[in-house]
């Protein structure tokens, strides 16, 4: 567990989504399913898919560029780019370097990768955070951005529970004391079959059985050992922003925790599980709907294969 005193604050959110959309109706089909089932058991309606030869850095430089905009920053201003992702552009060099050019940062400014999957951006912020919380930068954006339809095989079942997207937050040294910013991340690598994609395989491989029952053990149980840890209770959580792996995961999350699902934000409706994009364009999403006011507590938990997991809570500040 690692806490983050309260010199951290997000200062910015931004989001970017393909314009292309896909409906279940168009997929169902060869997929061998059926949209009932999907709508039913996943909350899926649609998702939304890059065109070809648009990536991961695609979305994310959008995402970023609106995240620093929230902050009242320009680019020039932003000290570190860490880019939670499962698909990047290239193996080599990293998106985030390829990110940090197409925004116009030519020195001065680390850029690097993390891939924890579908809970890669908790850890990009925990790290950030830390960059902040020792003094070594001030300004770190953190963008989580994937293009999952890269690794799918279109005629399986398993198609439909993923979409392409970003959201990146600007994360901000302030002198201000009147909240705080903890995390608990987790791994455990027995789970590595479970999601995958082998080795001179092109698209990935999901035991969604393994999935379900790990989601709904890992994400409740860290969120209450995060509760715990600072003397708070379920009750003191005015949203849930977490990851999108099914509305049935969600849904059993919310009832183990006894928290009212209408805290729980979701738009898993309209863009599917985007992965390591989840968390940061459902943050956007409820930020500028006017979700989250100044002073609520904010919660923030994911589950990605390897296994990883994690949880955040932040207070949040206008």
């Not at 409906?23 to 909350?43: D, H, M, R, Y």
């Not at 990536?55 to 609106?66: F, K």
């Not at 919380?133 to 300004?139: E, S």
């Amino acid at each position: 567990m690692h806490q983050v005193n309260s010199s951290t604050r997000i200062a910015g959110t931004g989001s970017c989504v393909p314009e292309r959309v896909v409906p279940n109706s168009e997929i169902v089909f060869q997929a061998g399913t059926q949209e009932a089932w999907v709508v039913e058991n996943l909350g899926i309606r649609e998702r939304r898919v890059v065109e070809p030869g648009q990536y991961s850095s695609d979305l994310a430089v959008v995402a970023a560029r609106r995240a620093i905009e929230s902050a009242g920053l320009k680019p020039q201003d932003v000290d570190a780019i860490i880019l939670a992702t499962a698909t990047p552009d290239r193996s080599s060099p990293s998106t985030a370097c390829i990110v940090q050019h197409k925004l116009g940062i030519t020195q001065g400014c680390p850029a690097f990768d993390l891939n924890a999957v579908c809970s890669g951006f908790l850890y990009g912020m925990s790290v950030g955070s830390q960059f902040i919380q020792g003094g070594v930068f001030r300004n770190v954006l953190v963008i989580g951005a994937d293009t999952f339809s890269r690794i799918t095989d279109w005629t399986r079942r398993d198609c439909v529970f993923f979409g392409d997207g970003a959201g990146a937050v600007m994360l901000q040294r302030t002198e201000d004391d009147d909240g705080f910013f903890c995390f608990e991340l987790n791994a455990d690598g027995r789970g590595q079959d479970s999601f995958t994609v082998h080795s001179g395989e092109e698209y990935f491989t999901m035991n969604g059985s393994a999935v379900y029952q790990t989601a709904t053990t890992v994400l409740p149980q860290s969120i209450l050992q995060l509760l715990s840890r600072h003397q708070l209770s379920v009750s003191d959580i005015s949203v849930l922003v977490p990851h999108q792996p099914s509305i049935r995961v969600l849904r059993r999350t919310a009832e183990i925790l006894g928290l009212p699902l209408e805290r729980v934000c979701m738009n898993m409706d309209r863009y599917a599980n985007t992965a390591g994009a989840t968390i940061p364009l459902l943050l956007d999403e409820t930020v500028r709907t006017g979700r989250i006011h100044s002073g609520d507590l904010v919660a923030f938990a994911a589950v990605g294969s390897g296994w990883t997991w994690g949880a955040a809570l932040y207070r949040w500040r206008d």
